[in-house]
Each structure stands twice: as structure tokens, then as C-alpha cells.
């Protein structure tokens, strides 16, 4: 058996990749709903830890999900969006990104450019004007440091990490209820949208659609609804009452136009960057550089 094959999504027809994505998308569905339900259990039994351990992997598992709605949506004539976008199945930074995104409101496609470009910096400047710090993705450190201890290196000085540090152990892991991200694939999936024949019509709206920077958030819904009213039409639709307004409001830009791999930068160069912006404040307020 070889494993992380996704890529090979490449080589079907539309009807065999329709129903090869449904097939996928129902597994999704139910093994992310799992995840998150065992992370609410855990939550209510006080295993905070375990709880928000579930919550991120149900989150990922979940966005999953929207990685292959999006590769639908994508037109397959360019080969390279669609490639790279099933690549995203195995990306953990993409995959978090992806349930970062679930919970914004963007304007437009040129707000979500620039929330994706954000969120892909393996590094970024916080802090008080007096003192900025370099800091990892926060993404990736979110994910990894409620698993894992580890040996890190911060301000010249190493020292070891772990989950079970203060003030991580009395931080509130975990939620009681459904994440943003999987209240939106519980939509798509009960509403018979990702069914093999759903998955057509999607696909049929997108494709044909140049997402440009200046593409509001009125026409995305619009496109919503028609692929609602198109599936209704075709009997395809159900369960529809309670979802409507998720799927129009909450259904957002596809992502497959944008690199949501992890962006590389010279960690010197911002660290320098970080003491001059400190350098500059202090000379300016008159304060002491221990301050």
C-alpha cells in the first residue's frame, strides 16, 4: 500500500473524480465529527489536554474536507492550481489555515489574499513598542505545543517546553461545543451538497469563474444560491431550513489561487528588524533600554 496518494486525483475523469471526492468527503465527514465529539467528551471530563489535542486534529480532519470541496470548484484546466491545491490534504499549516479562514468575514478576495499571507509567515514581530520579539507561525506552535515537548532556543538562552508547563497546564484547552469549521462541512455534507451529482453542479458554477482581488463578498453569495436553487431544482437538495443561511453567508472564497504553504524568512533579518523598531521607540520616549 503506499499512502499520501492524493495527487493521483489528478489523473480521473470529472465523473470518476465526482465520485471518488463524494466517496472521500462522507469518510471526512464522519471521522472529523468523531474527532470533535471525542474532544467535547474529554472537555466535559476535565481531560483539557486530550480535549484540545482532538479539537485541533478534528479542525484539520475538517479541513480536509473544504481542501477537496475547493479542488472541485478549481477549473481543471489549470493543472497547476488543481495539483497544488490537492496537495493541501497533507498540509498542516494548510489544513490550519483553512480553519483560521472558516472564521473571518472578508470583504473581499483581496481581504482573504491578505489573511492568507499572514497566516503562511513561518515567522512574525509582537510585543510591547519597547520590546518586539520574533515569533514562530503561531499556527504551527498552537498545534504543536499542546502535543509535544521539545528543546527551543529564545533570546540567545535554550530551555525545555512542554504542554504541561505553566500557565499552558490552567489554560482553558478545549470547547463544549462544534467548531466553525466543522458546523460548515455538517452543512455541505447534510444538505446533499457533496454528493457525486452535487459535486457536478459546483463544479459547473465555479469552473467557469475568474476569482479576481476585486471580487465582492455579494457575489460570492450569489454564486451560493444558485448553487442551491440549481441543486434544488434537481431534487438533490435536503435539510436545507437550517442550513440555508450557513451556506450562503458562511461558504466562503475557494482558496486554490493562493500558495497556503509555509512562507519562509531570514529570522536574522527580522530579528534585527524587531531591536531596531525597540531601539527606535526607546530613543524616542527617552527610556531606558532595561525598561
Known amino acids: 500500500m503506499e499512502v499520501r496518494k492524493i495527487k493521483d486525483l489528478c489523473q480521473l475523469k470529472d465523473n470518476d473524480l465526482f465520485e471518488v471526492i463524494a466517496q472521500g468527503l462522507k469518510l471526512i465527514y464522519e471521522n472529523a465529527k468523531c474527532i470533535i465529539d471525542g474532544s467535547i467528551f474529554l472537555k466535559q471530563n476535565k481531560r483539557n489536554q486530550g480535549s484540545e489535542i ?18 472541485i470548484r478549481c477549473d481543471r484546466k489549470n493543472k497547476d492550481d488543481f495539483s497544488r491545491q490537492l496537495g493541501y490534504f497533507n498540509d498542516h499549516l494548510a489544513r490550519n489555515i483553512y480553519a483560521l479562514y472558516c472564521d473571518t468575514s472578508p ?3 483581496r481581504e482573504v489574499r491578505e489573511i492568507i499571507e499572514r497566516a503562511r509567515e513561518v515567522y512574525y514581530i509582537d510585543g510591547p513598542e519597547w520590546k518586539n520579539w520574533v515569533f514562530r507561525n503561531i499556527h504551527l506552535s498552537k498545534r504543536e505545543s499542546c502535543m509535544y515537548v521539545d528543546y527551543v532556543k529564545s533570546d540567545n538562552k535554550h530551555h525545555w517546553i512542554s504542554p504541561n508547563d505553566p500557565p499552558k497546564k490552567d489554560a482553558i484547552y478545549g470547547s463544549l461545543h462544534h467548531s466553525f469549521i466543522f458546523n460548515l462541512i455538517n452543512a455541505l455534507h447534510t444538505t446533499g451538497c457533496t454528493s457525486s451529482d452535487g459535486l457536478k453542479v459546483v463544479a459547473s458554477k465555479w469552473r467557469p469563474i475568474e476569482i479576481k482581488d476585486n471580487m465582492s463578498r455579494g ?3 450569489d454564486i451560493n444560491r444558485d448553487i442551491l436553487e440549481e441543486l434544488y431544482k434537481r431534487g438533490l437538495l435536503h435539510n436545507v431550513k437550517e442550513e440555508f443561511n450557513i451556506l450562503i453567508r458562511y461558504w466562503l472564497y475557494p482558496l486554490y489561487p493562493l500558495d497556503l504553504r ?12 524587531a531591536d531596531k523598531v525597540s531601539e527606535d521607540f526607546l530613543e524616542r520616549e527617552h527610556m531606558p533600554e532595561n525598561y
Request: aromatic share 6%; glycine share 2%; proline share 0%.
Open 219 to 221: 457575489e460570492l453569495e
Open 262 to 273: 509555509v512562507k519562509e524568512m531570514d529570522l536574522k533579518k527580522m530579528q534585527s528588524e
Open 107 to 109: 470583504a473581499d478576495f
Open 54 to 71: 482532538l479539537e485541533n486534529l478534528g479542525n484539520e480532519e475538517a479541513a480536509k474536507f473544504l481542501i477537496l470541496l475547493d479542488a
